[in-house]
């Protein structure tokens, strides 16, 4: 399977795991525990209430007990950018979010589709199932959920994420040297999962729209004791659906469970699990190839697919975790967590590319490549810390120390051809049963291996003074690679190790009670999966990270505007450097690349029931010698939503959102100008249970590319769909 980011044109580079994206496993015991406190999102944090009619005529005792419970269920936090419960307005560093309403709203159920409405990322959707998304120029490696997690194979994700599942998405930029182990300058996406609450209740959502897009989803909550300390919930999604894209067909089905609950006076245990099963009919391998030897380019249908009927990508993981967090003292609380994962992928696959990366002028020239495998993963993360306060020189200080272990495994077999090579290919675009699907043989492992990291970690708030807070922390890594093949390419890997150390620091000032400037530096190193022309691979990465910017609150808080300036650098970056056509794969050599820019977002509420969020971003991005590079990267992005009620009709909120990015384009590839895209919802209340939403996706009906990275897919022309939602 391709994997690097040459696959897409090389397909050699392909014969690599399909599933072997992260897998964690852990072997460790580790200290641990997470600070709680109900100022870290105010949206979130709710009061306390009874959980069942005799709640308010409990003894003392137990409604202080029960008060431990529902007071920590409805105050869950994450901890932003530094591993401590800060406020986004007292974080060091730039952090977007995008709550479930907005995806529900704007009716963004795949974590693609999501990831669009954040400030300054980009989604790279350079096949059917295989995703990149960038941040301040570079691949974003670090994807986590309820801030754990492990680096993304070769910055890919496979399949997507059904976003019912979350409560919010938390967008990180910048180096995530707190965060995890491993990982570079670019950014975190941190997917926080929806937990029990306190009352009974839930929902059911039934949607129809353009291409028999078919989606049923169930949420609902349910406390188990009467005195309110156990509480489940059960979430369900399906989604069955076509595309513009030939014969592409998407289905997708997510069970997640969670129940918490008390564990004697101090103890809280929590315990879940996701099955997700996404199966892809005609799915594509790789991307279109549009330019001709003239310079010019292609102009297909937006349906155009390089795919066969008889292709396959399906994909299945289940997740298992669980959190047991301990009250030590009124200051001081342990929290240990451990997440399972288990995946498997199957595909067949049909790949077609030119040997000299052009179309002949009568849109012939494709040669055609299919491809089968099997894969499985497993991977576990076991993470224990300590967190509380300390008082020193007449202050109270945050502080958090962990250790944490993680390992994931992978095993891919490639099965071979026994039939005669198939068919030359017609002209482009071609029907979907011109290659006619060869006689498979035996299987062998094309990948097998692991790898491993330790990690000790710790960070502290110091309240210099009342207005002057600095944060400092410190992250040190072991991380260890065995095997053939792991992470692609031919060499076996024998317990290649990579130890390093990467400081945080940081520092925020209130201006007014109001506004505050703040500055941070931190890095993070990363071991590359890239070879170099004599097949070795080469030396972890290094990703720096400064910044500098104010944030300031308004209309009594509701509203958060931030500014950020940044200088984001990539010492060493491995960068394709040439193609060696014996081994038909790509080869690479380290490179210094810098990003330097600026960053502005406004999100909150504008009077009594308007929500906006508007982001800019624009970005310097330079090599070595100081020129420009990476030109499929847009250097300006511009994204905005806004929704409301209408005062003369509040049973109607309307919205719309939209995104701009520059031009890019890609040397002896396809190129796209600039483009905006626009969405719209009117959502209406039927009465107080059920409600009516009609959405539209790409008002305009706008032609575009939604890559130029790795070939071209053409992006989704307007849609509409309807849903009913009914309040259970």
């Known amino acids: 399977m391709p994997r690097s980011t040459s696959d897409a044109r090389h397909p050699k580079t392909a014969l690599r795991p399909v599933a072997a994206a992260m897998q964690l496993a852990a072997t460790g015991a ?43 269920r409805e105050r869950r936090v994450s901890k932003g950018a530094t591993n401590l419960p800060l406020e986004i307005k007292d974080t060091p560093q730039t952090i977007s ?27 790279d959707e350079w096949e059917t199932n295989r995703t990149s998304y960038q941040a301040r120029g570079f691949d974003v490696m670090l994807t986590q959920v309820d801030g754990l997690g492990m680096t993304n194979d070769w910055g890919l994700v496979e399949s997507q994420k059904d976003t019912y599942l979350y409560e919010r998405i938390e967008l990180i930029r910048g180096a995530n040297g707190l965060l995890t182990g491993v990982g570079n300058a670019s950014g975190t996406i941190n997917f926080v999962r929806k937990r029990p609450t306190n009352q009974d209740g839930g929902e059911v959502i039934a949607s129809y729209g353009s291409y028999a897009a078919k989606r049923l989803a169930l949420d609902y909550n349910k406390v188990l004791s009467s005195d309110g300390a156990w509480a489940g919930r059960l979430v369900v999604a399906h989604e069955d659906k076509d595309s513009h894209l030939r014969a592409l ?47 010019s380019l292609a102009d297909f249908d937006v349906s155009a697919s390089t795919a066969q009927d008889w292709a396959r990508w399906n994909n299945r993981s289940v997740d298992m975790f669980a959190e047991y967090t301990h009250t030590l003292s009124h200051d001081w609380e342990g929290k240990l967590t451990f997440n399972h994962h288990e995946g498997d992928s199957s595909t067949k696959l049909f790949y077609a590319y030119t ?37 020193a020189f007449g202050r109270k200080h945050e502080v958090i120390v962990g250790l944490s272990h993680a390992k994931q495994k992978n095993l891919t077999e490639a099965y071979s051809i026994t039939s005669p090579a198939g068919p030359a290919l017609p002209a482009f675009p071609y029907p979907g049963n ?88 931190s890095d993070i190193h990363q071991a590359q999966d890239q070879r170099n022309i004599n097949g070795a691979f080469l030396d972890p ?66 009077g009594k029931d308007t929500n906006i969020a508007v982001g800019y971003t624009q970005l310097k991005l330079t090599g070595p010698d100081g020129k420009d590079i990476y030109e499929w990267v847009p250097r300006r992005t511009l994204s905005a939503r806004i929704d ?16 701009w990015q520059s031009d890019v384009s890609k040397i002896k590839g396809a190129q796209q100008d600039a483009y905006v895209l626009v969405n719209v919802f009117a959502a ?45």
């Open 541 to 606: 990465m290094k990703g720096v990270n400064a910044e500098i910017g104010l944030k300031a609150e308004w209309l009594q808080r509701k509203l958060l505007t931030t500014f950020a300036i940044f200088s984001a650098t990539q010492k060493g970056l491995a960068t394709e450097a040439g193609f060696d056509p014996v081994a038909q794969q790509s080869f690479y050599e380290p490179k210094d690349v810098k990003s330097r820019g600026f960053e502005l977002e406004a999100t909150g509420r504008v």
């Open 434 to 521: 011109v290659y006619p699907e060869p006689v498979w043989g035996s299987s062998s492992v094309s990948a097998d291996g692991d790898q491993q990291i330790t990690r000790l970690y710790g960070a502290a708030r110091l309240a210099l003074t009342d207005r002057l807070k600095g944060i400092v922390g410190v992250n040190a890594i072991s991380l260890k690679r065995d095997g053939t093949s792991i992470y692609g390419g031919g060499v076996a890997l024998d317990n290649e190790t990579t130890e390093e150390v990467s400081p945080y620091i940081g520092a925020t000032f209130d201006i007014t009670p109001d506004l505050l400037g703040y500055a941070s530096y």
């Open 644 to 659: 409301t009620r209408l005062a003369a009709l509040p049973a109607l909120r309307l919205g719309a959102a939209s995104r």
């Open 97 to 123: 979010t995008i709550d479930k309403d907005t995806l529900r709203n704007f009716g963004a159920s795949g974590s693609n589709d999501a990831l669009r409405f954040g400030t300054g990322l980009v989604v």
């Open 249 to 295: 067909h998407n289905r997708r089905s997510t069970v997640y469970g969670v129940v918490d609950g008390q564990i004697g006076d101090d103890g809280m245990l929590t315990l879940g699990f996701t099955v997700q099963d996404a199966k892809q009919r005609s799915p594509m391998w790789g991307s279109l190839t549009l330019p001709y030897a003239n310079g």
């Open 355 to 391: 040997a000299s990366g052009y179309l002949n002028d009568d849109n012939t020239g494709l040669i055609g490549w299919p491809y089968r495998s099997q894969g499985d993963s497993q991977a576990d993360v076991l993470d224990a810390n300590l967190s509380g306060t300390i008082r």
């Open 684 to 728: 209406y209340e039927l009465n107080k249970a059920a409600t009516l939403r009609l959405n539209i996706d790409n008002l305009f009906d706008k032609k575009y590319l939604r890559t130029v990275q790795f070939g071209a897919i053409y992006g989704t022309p307007r849609t509409a769909a309807l849903a009913l939602e009914y309040k259970l």
């Open 30 to 72: 580790l200290l641990a525990a997470t600070v709680w406190a109900p100022t870290a999102y105010a949206d979130s944090v709710s009061t306390a209430v009874p959980t069942s009619a005799s709640d308010s005529q409990a003894a003392p005792e137990q409604a202080l007990e029960k008060l431990v419970v529902t007071g920590k």
